[in-house]
T-cell receptor, first 112, second 115 residues
Framework: AQSVTQLGSHVSVSEGALVLLRCNYSSSVPPYLFWYVQYPNQGLQLLLKYTSAATLVKGINGFEAEFKKSETSFHLTKPSAHMSDAAEYFCAVRNGGNKLVFGAGTILRVKS | NAGVTQTPKFQVLKTGQSMTLQCAQDMNHNSMYWYRQDPGMGLRLIYYSASEGTTDKGEVPNGYNVSRLNKREFSLRLESAAPSQTSVYFC??????????????FGPGTRLTVL
């Protein structure tokens, strides 16, 4: 069965610093992977998705993620954090039944 | 376009009471979903509807029922609320659940407290 593990329930970075949110997946078939962001008191919004077309995927708000099959990872990065990036981030994988399976989430805090 | 809308935004129930959470989408999507979000557990699928006229159980269906009223609307019913159902409930929709790259769009959520 497909699953994802997000390492670190909380990540804190300074404004302007690199953002790195980790996601490892488990899948017996080529995975389709997603990153969603949830701002306080809002629903989830798609940041980017991996569809096997390219290993480096660029998303909205300057975020990108790289699919590494050898490491079974799909980590989310942004070169320079902004205060507005403070939110909870979810990695998800599509399972064999074409349903999304979400990780537990990582709360990103950005310090001024 | 409003996207996915949910009502109510907040609700407090007593144990044993019933209620229905409403969801509507205006994107002409075929598939709709109900999730619950609990701290440290991400989102878990309660029920989904791949297309109008069909519904299927997700990961945590016990204590819930759903109705796909038409293509736009998908409601979630708690027949006899329990404190364990205290959660934030999200509705989502997508164009075609069978496509692996299918993107789900989420509503703003309903915060439910069961006392």
């Amino acid at each position: 069965a497909q699953s994802v593990t997000q390492l670190g329930s909380h990540v804190s970075v300074s404004e302007g610093a690199l953002v790195l949110l980790r996601c490892n997946y488990s899948s017996s078939v080529p995975p389709y992977l997603f990153w969603y962001v949830q701002y306080p008191n809002q629903g989830l919004q798609l940041l980017l998705k991996y569809t096997s077309a390219a290993t480096l995927v660029k998303g909205i708000n300057g975020f990108e993620a790289e699919f590494k099959k050898s490491e079974t990872s799909f980590h989310l990065t942004k070169p320079s954090a902004h205060m507005s990036d403070a939110a909870e981030y979810f990695c998800a994988v599509r399972n064999g039944g074409n349903k999304l399976v979400f990780g537990a989430g990582t709360i990103l805090r950005v310090k001024s | 376009n409003a996207g996915v809308t949910q009502t109510p935004k907040f609700q407090v129930l007593k144990t044993g009471q019933s209620m229905t959470l409403q969801c509507a989408q205006d994107m002409n999507h075929n598939s709709m979903y109900w999730y619950r979000q609990d701290p440290g557990m991400g989102l878990r699928l309660i029920y989904y509807s791949a297309s109008e006229g069909t519904t299927d159980k997700g990961e945590v269906p016990n204590g819930y029922n759903v109705s796909r009223l038409n293509k736009r609307e998908f409601s979630l019913r708690l027949e006899s609320a329990a404190p364990s159902q205290t959660s934030v409930y999200f509705c989502a929709s997508s164009e075609a659940s069978k496509q692996p790259t299918d993107t789900q769009y989420f509503g703003p959520g309903t915060r439910l407290t069961v006392l």
